[in-house]
């Protein structure tokens, strides 16, 4: 059902949502054909939503290597019985974002990051879209609020290394907001639970209009709090309650197997109650043959969740995201939105319902909202795409003993650019350098100024100070080095000589606004560099 009319869509594009739990490839429809989800058989899961009733394809982020290094992926390592198994990379994108340095068991004595892994399933994973979908040739990535600009970079390019076209980005928020046909007014405010296996996340998001911040305005998180009881408690809470109400009292070996498989089947089981108010989940032993009926209610599951304290769970992290929400000067959200795997059991949404009462709750589409939302995502098209700083390279004059500059990237310049946007030479301020650095200043100024005549001069005494602007210029401007941190280092070799032109350097910018170079060297005639990346302008 549309709340809202959707826009035309200039092109046909894929909503992919990588998230902790599930992988989900959204679809949009046209017309009133909704939206889909691609499913890929064997890796694939159906999970029936709770409120809705609609099907949904995700693919358990999960990925198994065997000793000669092949791959199980997804619903396969559940089937396989192996989803907990210590080898198995699962919450990949949780330890992705946080640059976990643990390595998996990738086959033989080979081991592998949980980048590579998160490469190896998310590319196996998008090649196979790609198959199953080719008259789609464009993708949006649903981005996690807070996460690095190297994510948005990595996601890039596996959907070019897998064969994808053209791909864009969107803010988590945002896509839930979209994904449930909702269009945000500026100033709106959104209460986003998303319950997945590792944590509860409450956030406000807030509808902003375009800002130097934001230029192209949108919806963003103002205030997110977390606590780490995951929904993948509650499979194992399940699992628990079955065995001590079994009159066969399971112990041992064989207790450990039935609760296994009772955790495996956690999705069918939500999926027979969100059509009706009592599961039958049948769990056969693999070793005994033996067979355990367990019966399970909407009610069992509250009395579940209420013992664990989740209500109060989810009070303390609403409270706290409302806390400092309310310190940033927003009121209260005008809807709650639902998102996860754990919102999509049932009861849960009555638990929030008790919470917020008399709250607009929209909550049908916990596992596929965000996919929904980036396959109908447009970008600002009246927008263009500019650099709002100015970009430049300092170096020493001796004749002046002052600190210049070479501007490489003036404000207002739209990126990527069609070509180079400067090309230079330098040379080494000594004889026998051997490491020549490329100094990166950004230059900009207060928003109703023009950028001052900044430098760096040497004074009588051979000290390096600031030399202001005159009083009625205006001032307000700033210069700072932007990659003193992380600087582009040339090894010249052999060593250069003073003043020999060494190192022609070539700067370009990418779609990402990131300022690349290229450096041959002019004495050995080797290609140093090839558009590596220096700095990403604002």
Known sequence: ???????????????????????????????????????FPGWSQEITGAISGEAVNAVPVLILYDQDGKRTIGDEVTRAGAADHPTTARWIRKYLLEESPV?????????????????????????????????????????????PEWYI???????????????????????????????????????????????????????????DHHPAGGVFAISTACDDTG???????IAQDV????????????????????????????????????????????????????????????????EHEIPSVLERTSSRARVVASSRGCKGPDTILMTGRGCAIPMVRELVKQQFPGMKILSDHPVDAAARGASIFLPRANLPDRVKNDYALRYWDPKSREHRYRFLVRSGARYPSAGQVARITISAAYDGQTRLGIPLYE????????????????????????????????????????????????????????????FELTFMLDREKLLRVTARDLVTGTLLKKDVPVYKLT
């Open 153 to 211: 970079r990595w996601l890039g390019d596996i959907a070019q290394t897998a064969g994808i076209r053209s791909w864009n980005t969107i803010t988590e928020p945002a896509a839930v907001v979209a994904g449930y046909e909702l269009i945000p007014e500026p100033g709106q405010a959104y209460l986003i639970v998303n319950w997945d296996e590792t944590e509860l996340t409450v956030s406000f998001a807030l509808s902003e209009e375009p800002s």
């Open 1 to 39: 059902m549309n709340r809202y009319a959707q826009p035309t869509l200039p092109t046909v594009q894929l909503g992919v949502d990588f998230g902790t739990s599930s992988l989900v490839i959204c679809i949009p429809g046209q017309g009133n054909d909704g939206f889909r989800t691609l499913a």
């Open 103 to 147: 390595l998996i068991p990738a086959g033989g004595n080979r081991h592998i990051s949980f980048r590579g892994a998160a490469a190896d399933f998310l590319g196996s994973v998008i090649s196979r879209a790609i198959k199953e979908a080719p008259e789609y040739s464009s993708m949006v990535f649903v981005i996690p609020s807070g996460a």
């Open 443 to 502: 230059m900009s100024a207060s928003p109703d100024t023009d950028i001052p005549d900044i430098e760096l001069v040497s004074d009588p005494a051979g000290g390096i100070r600031l030399a202001a602007p005159p009083e009625n210029t205006g001032g307000g401007g700033r210069i700072h080095p932007v990659n003193e941190r992380t600087p582009t280092l040339l090894v010249a070799d052999p060593p250069a000589l003073k003043g020999e032109p060494r």
């Open 243 to 306: 065995l001590a109400r079994s009159p066969l009292k399971y112990m041992g070996a064989k207790a450990q197997r039935i609760y296994a498989n009772i955790t495996g089947r956690s999705r069918e089981l939500y999926s027979q109650l969100a059509k009706s108010d009592e599961a039958l989940i049948h769990i056969e032993d693999p070793l005994s043959g033996t067979t355990l009926s367990a019966r399970i209610s909407r009610e069992d599951i509250k009395r579940i969740l209420t």
């Open 231 to 237: 929904c993948k408690a509650v499979d194992d809470w």
